[in-house]
């Protein structure tokens, strides 16, 4: 497994499992992304920060702390 930090511009994979305790995995998943969503990576900032994805319909960006907690296959 890998995490969303680790997805290439444009690939789409499957939230397998959520890291992370209290706040962090309660905002990741207020976001929507829960376990088996599919999530594709859209942009990645020149410097790598933030993420742009697509989850659920809409476009979402997150922070490379963020998707480091996110597990997809």
Known sequence: MRTLKEVKVGETVRVSK????GAIKRRIM????TKGIEVT???VAPLGDPI???VRDYELSIRKGEAENILCE
């Open 52 to 54: 742009e994805i697509s």
């Open 30 to 33: 207020d976001m929507g992304i």
């Open 18 to 21: 959520l890291i992370g305790e």
């Open 41 to 43: 990576v859209r942009k």
